[in-house]
């Protein structure tokens, strides 16, 4: 199937022969024919399938083939974190070039005003995070009146950060009688449930089944926890020049990780939760551009990013979830190019090992290199005790499964997988991490904590990310902490 047969509006054929699109992916094939006919749709497509396109497409279509009704923002597109509003953004843009259609992306850590002028000034599409855009809507910056799509991407982490109080407020503000398009990786009960009742009649479209991208491949590392810095510029070498993606559990590892790479050489940078919005964009712009060819990164810091050419996903520490490692390596492989996905393991994260298989389905190949072997037993200890507070089972290891060096049986440790980590991506700072003699940042007075850090506490891990998700949108001006300003933010496409 061709682009040629949506019979799209001819300036964005133009654009999409520009951007070097050929082919439709799966996903744009099922559902631009729908979208276009005005059907409510479900897609359920993880990231990296081209959903940005699928809906974007035949809604920009509408907006230049038919004309607006009032002065009120046609098209909402509601994304979880700042990273994805700016990405769906700037594919609007791309899509919208040599057009009179006008989009402004609104979310948090970042002034009003722009934000107001441009909504004042008028858009056909908002692209926003719910948090600031509750802010536009209650101080009248905005009004949805003439809204025609509304349009829920990633549904699945707006829930998970907390964000469905939000979206009802805002849900409550819309006209009744419009489009809405509904995107999430998974559909847990809460986002059925959105879904029902959000929206009419909807053509279901699934695409990817949470399988693994089928054009990454995967490796299993076992190694001792002082190895991983020198087995991690290893793979940098034999990365070449390819773009690479660092996964650490927790900012200041992510931070340290990234200073230490520089040192050793390479251009690396970081996005973690502790970064002005002005440095995130510098770090991601350097990224997307290729000054930096290394970006070591939070999970909650890199939801959304979208670097089409990344070869290589690298989890320094293996991620607390099993749907945490399809969403990072979703970074890879993304768009049918082949991407690597490389997954350090230590004696502790066994549990983790089998409910990442076991979610995929598959074992995954262990990669044991000269020189890195793990110590000797540390596979065959008995696992530590959880250190946290623990959702379901609690038994890390089991003793009674083979050893980690058995490679003929690929099943290790326990299937309940890791507990909650206080000291996760979006947490405080690791013990580890934590400067000897340093107090844990909850016994600190608030004046002597680094700014932006929360005090530790080992409340569970969902909690953990409701609350850092303050760091990733509009949140964060609420704790009253200053954020560099930016001029104006909405744009044309001209
Ligand atoms: P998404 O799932 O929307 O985040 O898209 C993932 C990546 O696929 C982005 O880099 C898009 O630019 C790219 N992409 C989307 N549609 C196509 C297509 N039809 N052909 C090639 N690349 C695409």
């Known amino acids: ?198 929206l009419s009649d909807p053509v279901a479209v699934r695409i990817g089944n949470m399988a693994p991208l089928a054009t990454v491949e995967h490796a299993i590392y076992p190694v001792s926890h002082n190895q991983k810095a020198p087995l991690l510029l290893h793979l940098l070498g034999e990365a070449g020049k390819s773009s690479v993606i660092v996964f650490t559990r927790t900012k200041h590892r992510a931070k340290n990780l990234a200073l230490q790479l520089c040192r050793s050489g390479h251009k690396a940078t970081c996005l973690q939760g502790n970064l002005s919005q002005r440095q995130r964009q510098i770090a991601m712009e350097g990224f997307r551009r290729g000054a930096f060819q290394v970006l070591v990164a939070t999970d909650i810091a890199a939801r959304g990013i979208d670097v089409s050419q990344v070869g290589h996903v690298i989890n320094f520490d293996i991620p607390d979830t099993a749907e945490a490692y399809t969403h990072r390596i979703g970074r890879t492989g993304r768009a049918e190019h082949d991407g690597q996905a490389h997954t350090f393991v230590t004696g502790e994260d066994v549990g983790m090992v089998r409910a990442i298989e076991s979610h995929m389905k598959k074992a995954l190949p262990r990669r044991e290199l000269a020189g890195f072997e793990p110590e000797p037993g540390e596979f065959r200890r008995s696992a530590p005790a959880p250190r946290y507070p623990a959702r379901g089972r609690q038994n890390y290891g089991d003793r009674s499964r083979p050893s980690y060096g058995d490679r003929s049986r690929p099943s290790y440790g326990d299937r309940s997988g890791r507990p909650a980590q206080a000291e996760s991506a979006q947490g405080d700072r690791s013990r580890n991490d934590r400067p000897a003699g340093e107090r844990p940042a909850a016994d600190r007075p608030r004046s002597d904590r680094p700014a932006g850090e929360r005090p530790r506490t080992d409340r569970p891990r969902n909690d953990d990310r409701r609350t850092t998700f303050g760091l990733a949108d509009g949140g964060n001006q609420r704790d009253g902490s200053q954020r560099p300003r930016r001029p104006y933010q909405g744009a044309t496409a001209a």
């Open 1 to 198: 199937m061709s682009f040629d047969s949506f019979c799209l509006h001819s300036a964005l054929v133009a654009n999409i022969k520009r951007i070097g699109y050929e082919n439709p992916t799966p996903i744009q094939t099922e559902s631009i024919p729908h979208i276009l006919e005005g059907r409510d749709l479900m897609g359920l497509a993880q990231t990296g399938t081209g959903k940005t396109a699928a809906f974007l497409l035949p809604i920009l279509h509408r907006l230049l083939t038919t004309p607006a009704k009032s002065r009120s923002p046609r098209t909402l597109i509601l994304a979880p974190t700042r990273e994805l509003a700016e990405q769906i953004f700037r594919s609007a843009l791309d899509f919208m070039r040599g057009t009179k259609l006008r989009a402004a992306v609104i979310y948090g850590g970042m002034g009003m005003f722009p934000q107001t002028r441009a909504l004042r000034q008028g858009v056909d599409i908002v692209v926003a995070c719910p948090g600031r855009l509750l802010d536009h809507l209650n101080q009248g910056n905005v009004r949805f009146d003439g809204l025609e799509t509304l349009v829920l991407d990633e549904a699945d982490h707006m829930f998970d950060m907390g964000f469905l109080p939000d979206i009802k407020r805002i849900l409550a503000a819309l006209p009744t009688k419009r489009q809405t398009l509904l995107f999430s990786a998974t559909m847990p009960p809460a986002i059925s449930g959105l879904a029902g009742e959000t």
